[in-house]
């Protein structure tokens, strides 16, 4: 079960970040924005709703 609970707050903490870098993004000027922090917090996002769709399908069977 400790392991869900690590991957909700790297989910929180993903989201967080997210947040921070579309509010640093600037639209006037697109070309100098943190393209690279929204796309790694975006695929960090999904992988841990895999793992933790994983984790449930491991316990279930137990």
């Known amino acids: ?3 869900f609970h690590f991957t909700n707050f790297i989910i929180i903490a993903a989201t967080v970040l997210l947040i ?3 509010y640093d993004l ?3 000027n697109i070309k100098n924005g943190p393209f690279s922090g929204i796309v ?3 695929l960090l996002i999904i ?3 895999l ?3 994983d984790i ?3 316990e279930s069977k137990n």
Request: proline share 0%.
């Open 56 to 58: 449930k399908k491991r």
């Open 51 to 53: 793992t933790r769709r």
């Open 47 to 49: 992988a841990m709703i």
């Open 26 to 28: 600037d639209f006037n």
């Open 1 to 3: 079960m400790t392991r």
């Open 20 to 22: 921070i870098n579309i």
């Open 40 to 42: 790694s917090n975006l």
